[in-house]
């Protein structure tokens, strides 16, 4: 079936300007998050979707990003004034149940890769 | 702390080699370990996963061996494949809470 897909997968933009990437989590799964992974590094959490409501954006890193759900379905995260520091592979995955799940299997899309000039 | 430390940052193994990744986390309340394997330009996967009560489990070639008195984990690759290169997180995950990925051990194993 149809895994995680994310768009565009890449994206060049300049300092300064906004950016919106999208995440079409697997049907079904209620449970959305969106991860940062900048060169060689690991992956750093951003925000977690339970439905279309966020109990967790504590991985925001500062209040030019910002992410919405559409009921159990799309993402967007958007990030206003781009600066060079914002460049990284965005990862979204999506599962079952989240976090209330006992053991929730996380699905991983292949992620979009911003490049601020 | 909900750290979980992961090393070695990088690893090359010959094929045919065992290959080990430990991880050692600080929050006794995670209920559940999973490993991801990430290959190059594609998003991460689960690889194999473990839960607290359980000390040892084998999937293949993977094995995850869990101390809970020493709070660590470690995963052994065992007769290890060129195809195995890739880079791997371990995760330790509670429920209603969060999960937390170490920062990667990107492994290559030499042909």
């Known amino acids: 079936g149809a895994g995680v897909s994310q768009s565009p997968s890449n994206k060049v933009t300049e300092k300064g300007k906004d950016v919106e990437l999208r995440c079409d989590p697997i049907s079904g799964h209620t449970a959305l998050y969106w991860y940062r992974q900048r060169l060689g590094q690991g992956l750093e959490f951003l925000i977690y979707f339970q439905g279309n409501s966020a109990p967790d954006k504590s991985g925001l890193p500062s209040d030019r990003f910002s992410a919405e759900r559409t009921g159990e379905s799309v993402s967007t995260l958007t990030i206003q004034r781009t600066q060079q520091e914002d460049s990284a592979v965005y990862l979204c995955?999506?599962?079952?149940?989240?976090?209330?799940?006992?053991?929730?299997?996380?699905?991983f899309g292949p992620g979009t890769r911003l490049t601020v000039l | 702390q909900q750290q979980v430390k992961q090393s070695p940052q990088s690893l090359i193994v010959q094929k045919g080699g065992i290959s080990i990744i430990n991880c050692a986390y600080e929050n006794t309340a995670f209920d559940y370990f999973p490993w991801y394997q990430q290959f190059p330009g594609k998003g991460p996967a689960l690889l194999i996963a473990i839960r607290p009560d359980v000390s040892e489990k084998k999937e293949g070639r993977f094995t995850i061996s869990f101390n809970k008195s020493a709070k660590q984990f470690s995963l052994h690759i065992m007769d290890s494949q060129p195809g195995d290169s890739a880079t791997y997180f371990c995760?330790?995950?509670?429920?209603?809470?969060?999960?937390?990925f170490g920062k990667g051990t990107r492994l290559h194993i030499l042909p």
């Open positions: 995760a330790g995950y509670k429920r209603d809470d969060k999960i937390i």
């Open positions: 995955a999506s599962s079952l149940v989240g976090l209330a799940g006992w053991a929730d299997t996380q699905y």
